[in-house]
């Protein structure tokens, strides 16, 4: 285990601190006499959904479509900065120490619109599904065409699936809109489309989490477990709880 100094500079007030060791993911541990809560602003975008339109039936195939809102999780990554310990600038190979920080951010797993769609083939024929394809409209404008790559539907059978449709980046203009779910190729007529609509509300501000100030090493190599490390944060890590969690 490698001494950690008395940390002695810091790039925000500390406003709680620890006397405990501090362990991290993959068994990597640090001594940290001085720890150090901080306040960080961290971006948060969520975008719900409301499907507005009911089934949809074409040809003896029933469709109904459902849209996942996107709601971020809150995450830590952990940063190393390192700088030369003491006054020894300019010096081939100085000793240096390593500050090892716990950083907040929000991350969204997949960072895409997911549409759910429940197929029932009434019909006594196979329905292609292989062949059909999901298109998005957002505010009248087409964003996205995703294959749906599913098995075909036999005579009798229902099938669930999921289609990954626009970026979360696609839904940046505007607090709010309408998206349109297209779906065609599913019938003998490749061009009959079924199409549901759905309003969405975009969320976007910065909240409020705890960063940590983990500690300071001489080693580097104790230094470099730390890095590219990432974690969920605990219930804790908000400063604030925000309304509706």
Not at 2 to 25: D, E, G
Not at 105 to 133: H, K, M
Not at 169 to 198: C, E, I, P, R
């Amino acid at each position: 285990m490698y001494a950690i100094r008395h940390l002695l500079w810091l790039p925000v007030p500390v406003l709680v601190l620890s006397l405990a060791a501090c362990a991290i993911p993959g068994g990597a541990s640090i001594d940290a006499p001085d720890t150090g809560q901080y306040q960080v602003e961290v971006p948060y975008k969520q975008v719900d959904f409301s499907v507005a339109t009911p089934p949809q039936t074409a040809a003896g195939v029933t469709a109904t479509v459902s849209v996942d809102s996107v709601r971020p999780v809150l995450y830590y990554s952990y940063s190393v900065s390192s700088q030369v310990n003491g006054g020894y600038v300019g010096l081939p190979n100085p000793p240096m120490s390593y500050t090892v920080r716990k950083v907040p951010f929000y991350r969204t797993d997949p960072d895409a619109v997911t549409v759910r769609i429940e197929l029932q083939n009434s019909t006594g024929e196979v329905v292609r599904a292989s062949q059909a394809v999901c298109s998005f409209d957002l505010d009248g404008r087409t964003v996205a065409s995703t294959p749906l790559g599913a098995t075909d539907l036999m005579p009798g059978h229902s099938l669930s699936l999921e289609v990954r449709g626009p970026s979360l980046d696609s839904f940046s203009a505007k607090a709010g809109g309408s998206m349109t779910v297209w779906l065609y190729g599913l019938t003998a007529d490749k061009n009959q489309t079924l199409h549901w609509q759905a309003n969405y509300t975009v969320i976007q501000e910065n909240r409020h989490a705890w960063g940590e100030i983990v500690g300071v090493t001489s080693s580097a190599s104790e230094a470099a477990r730390y890095k590219d490390m990432v974690e969920p944060a605990g219930p804790d890590a908000l400063v604030n709880t925000p309304p509706g969690g």
